[in-house]
């Protein structure tokens, strides 16, 4: 396992989630741009491990994802704003997704996510966006060169479909 940070492995942020697990066999999910294991790195550092410290290990839902992982997600992802691409590009050149930086989703088993998020916000940890989906979904969180302290409530209009309202706090 190669360390980016003192409590995870690069290999912690693209080896983990539901889709990957299963298809880890047919697909790569490795990283190709320098660039993202720079920002997967910053991720762990900033983000990641203080939350680890405080309130203990973090389960990963949802890391980083290639352009083949996000194939076989089908609906519930929008890879071209949600920053799990890190900064990969597509065949032309382009980035993934233009905001750049590294995204994660994870839960902390008996603490909820509406906790996680009050203390990432209240510690003024430099993250970028965090989507709340609710106190027992997981937290997305990203990293990245905006640091725009965004809060995202994915708000639930009808089962299993949301609607994304930007809010002042948690």
Same mark, same amino acid.
């Given at each position: 396992? %190669? $360390? #980016?940070? $003192? @409590? @995870?492995?690069?290999?912690?942020?693209?080896? #983990? &989630? !539901?889709?990957?697990?299963?298809? =880890?066999e047919l697909i790569s999910n490795i990283p190709k741009e320098n660039a993202t294991y720079e920002g997967i790195k910053k991720l762990c550092e900033n983000i990641l491990d203080p939350i680890h410290e405080n309130f203990g290990k973090i389960n990963l839902t949802y890391g980083f994802a290639s352009l083949e992982l996000t194939k076989k997600i089908k609906g519930r992802i929008y890879p071209i704003t949600d920053q799990h691409a &890190? @900064? !990969? =590009?597509? %065949? %032309? &050149? !382009? @980035?993934? #997704? =233009?905001?750049?930086?590294?995204?994660v989703d994870f839960k902390i088993t008996n603490v909820s996510s509406l906790k996680i998020g009050q203390w990432i916000i209240e510690n003024q940890l430099p993250f970028d966006r965090i989507y709340f989906y609710g106190s027992e979904k997981p937290l997305h969180i990203s990293y990245g060169p905006e640091n725009k302290k965004q809060i995202i409530h994915m708000k639930e209009y009808k089962k299993n479909k949301r609607v994304p309202q930007v809010i002042k706090s948690l």
């Open positions: 396992m %190669n $360390k #980016c940070s $003192k @409590f @995870f492995s690069y290999e912690d942020i693209y080896q #983990c &989630g !539901e889709t990957w697990f299963k298809n =880890k &890190g @900064f !990969e =590009k597509i %065949n %032309n &050149g !382009e @980035f993934i #997704c =233009k905001r750049l930086g590294q995204a």
